[in-house]
């Protein structure tokens, strides 16, 4: 069975402050994917990224950054210089990687708050 | 691109009535899109799974005859929730799979009283 823990509930920052946000997975499949999506108060689930599990390549989209280790099954997001905008639910996720639409099992998601 | 939209995004009804949901991929095809809810402060729940011109998977101790789903084209699928009662008041949200990825719709909050 697949499971994703993120054990930051909540987390609160000073505008400008960097933050990491974690997620560690468990899966005993050998091919996957993994996934990041921030739901705004607003509600909609806005994708950010999707990594598969060959390439354990970090990734830089401008202030966000992604650190995907497969030897501790983490897969780690940072926000740097965090702005207000930047407050929301994170929710990392994990899928199969079977060629077709597969179910994603989600993280319990971590609050994040930045303040001025 | 990826674009999905929901409607409607609120919905207040008596307790009874049935409520359908749409969920619309708008720049793109989506053979499988899935049905989420979701309470507050809590992650997402998967309820189903939709396939385009075929039945819908249930997850476990989802009712299949309450929450009825059609998926009758490639863009379109319906979730409708039949005689809701308040604890059927929730955060529903789909998304549509294309290309290794789930794209989410904005979500629509439903309120049973």
């Known amino acids: 069975a697949q499971k994703v823990t993120q054990a930051q509930t909540e987390i609160s920052v000073v505008e400008k402050e960097d933050v990491t946000l974690d997620c560690v997975y468990e899966?005993?499949?050998?091919?996957?994917?993994l996934f990041w999506y921030k739901q705004p108060p607003s509600g909609e689930l806005v994708f950010l990224i999707r990594?598969?599990?060959?390439?354990?390549q970090n990734e830089i989209s401008g202030r966000y950054s992604w650190n995907f280790q497969k030897s501790t099954s983490s897969f780690n997001f940072t926000i740097t210089a965090s702005q207000v905008v930047d407050s929301a639910v994170y929710f990392c996720?994990?899928?199969?990687?079977?060629?077709?639409?597969?179910?994603?099992?989600f993280g319990t998601g971590t609050r994040l708050q930045v303040t001025l | 691109g990826a674009v999905v939209s929901q409607h409607p995004s609120w919905v207040i009804c008596k307790s009874g009535t049935s409520v359908k949901i749409e969920c619309r991929s708008l720049?793109?095809?989506?053979?499988?899109m899935f049905w989420y809810r979701q309470f507050p402060k809590q992650s997402l729940m998967l309820m189903a799974t939709?396939?385009?011109?075929?039945?819908?998977?249930?997850e476990q101790g989802v009712e299949k005859d309450k929450f009825l789903i059609n998926h009758a084209s490639l863009t379109l699928s319906t979730l409708t929730v039949t005689s809701a009662h308040p604890e059927d008041s929730s955060f529903y949200i789909c998304?549509?799979?294309?290309?290794?990825?789930?794209?989410f719709g904005p979500g629509t909050r439903l309120l049973v009283l």
């Open positions: 996720a994990l899928s199969e990687y079977t060629g077709t639409a597969s179910k994603l099992t």
């Open positions: 899966t005993r499949d050998t091919t996957y994917y």
């Open positions: 990594r598969n599990s060959f390439d354990e």
């Open positions: 720049d793109f095809q989506a053979t499988t």
């Open positions: 939709s396939n385009e011109g075929s039945k819908a998977t249930y």
């Open positions: 998304g549509a799979h294309r290309q290794e990825t789930q794209y």
